[in-house]
């Protein structure tokens, strides 16, 4: 039995929770929160859980081998360092830090409490981007020219972090994941509408090497929600909506052939639009969190590397910073 701690029982707590409590060979052992009516709710839903408000109680809990952190982000790097100084094998919540620097911090203080450490990058498991990674892995999707996802909706709005860093990471793991590789340099432009100086508002473009571009469109301040990523072949495309829960990923026959012609000593270019079937693969009925949870407990039942370590979590805050440094700078290309 894996003795199993959770701070943080707010926006994604609950979710975490209830994930853990199908788990076969896990206890959820202690629930933390700051905030009395959140204990009241998870007392009256796991009752033999011990609740508490003070964060010690679980880096000192002897039984304890495993501590969820699903916190607010500000909170993830003090959180961490004391978890590893406990012994405790940790699942830090997206992003895993709000700077390089305690990403790197966390990596070198692991290298000596030798734990496994995973950051919560749930895209990563899901099955429809796992179907995607395969499809355009293939030879008849072409090459990737370009990808744009959108991540908008009225709502939740947060006061400790901008747009940048709530939604974000979810679009920029999916890229690097997909790509399997990290971008070359970003540029962002945003808009603090609600609250000064948090910025409810985000447009995202990444360079990624071979000349592959992508946009990523962040908002808290939309009439609809929207959660969609979009990936452009040069022999096809597809589309997969979150939101869709019958056909969440489709696939276009769609390509704009491009063929030289020589003219004297010019180069013209004769381009045929191509616009044929549209498929929508079946989808293996998996749940995302669930399977990150499941990854989680065997890769500490059998001492393995996480697929989202500590260093898949670093490469996401690189670029993120970079993300928020053009935010602070008029949008200016930066470097990563």
């Not at 679980?58 to 100084?85: C, M, Q, R, W």
């Not at 473009?205 to 072949?233: F, Q």
């Amino acid at each position: 039995m894996i003795n199993c701690g959770l701070i943080g029982y707010g926006y994604w707590g609950p979710n975490i929770a209830k994930s853990l409590n199908r788990i076969k060979g896990i206890n959820l052992a202690v629930i933390c929160d700051k905030d009395l009516g959140r204990r009241k709710e998870a007392k009256l839903l796991y009752p033999r859980a011990e609740i508490t408000n003070g964060v010690d109680f679980l880096f000192n809990h002897a039984n304890l081998d495993v501590i969820i952190i699903a916190s607010p982000a500000s909170t993830h790097y003090e959180l961490a360092v004391k978890g590893l100084k406990a012994g405790k094998h940790l699942l830090v919540e997206k992003p895993l830090t709000l700077t390089v620097k305690e990403a790197e911090d966390l990596i070198r203080i692991n290298d000596k409490a030798k734990r496994v450490v995973m950051v919560g990058h749930t895209f990563e498991y899901n099955p429809v981007v796992l179907k995607i990674k395969k499809i355009t892995k293939e030879e008849n999707f072409g090459k990737i020219y370009y990808i744009y996802s959108t991540r908008v909706n009225l709502g939740q709005i947060r006061g400790d972090v901008n747009a940048l860093w709530n939604l974000a990471p979810h679009d920029i793991s999916i890229l690097n994941f997909l790509l399997d590789k990290n971008p070359e340099q970003v540029m962002a432009a945003g808009a603090s509408f609600l609250q000064k100086d948090i910025e409810d508002v985000v447009f995202i473009i990444l360079r990624y090497p071979n000349n592959v571009l992508a946009e990523i469109h962040l908002s808290w301040l939309d009439p609809a929600k929207e959660r969609k990523v979009t990936v452009v072949g040069s022999k096809k495309m597809l589309v997969f909506d979150d939101l869709d829960n019958e056909m969440p990923l489709k696939i276009y026959d769609k390509r704009a052939d491009t063929n030289e012609i020589a003219k004297g000593l010019a180069t013209e270019y004769k381009i045929k639009l191509h616009s044929g079937d549209i498929y929508a693969p079946q989808i293996e009925n998996k749940e995302p969190l669930l399977e990150e949870l499941d990854h989680f407990f065997d890769c500490i039942k059998y001492n393995k590397k996480p697929l989202t370590d500590l260093e898949n979590g670093l490469r996401v805050v690189k670029v993120l910073e970079a993300c928020q440094n053009s935010l602070q700078n008029n949008g200016k290309w930066v470097k990563i």
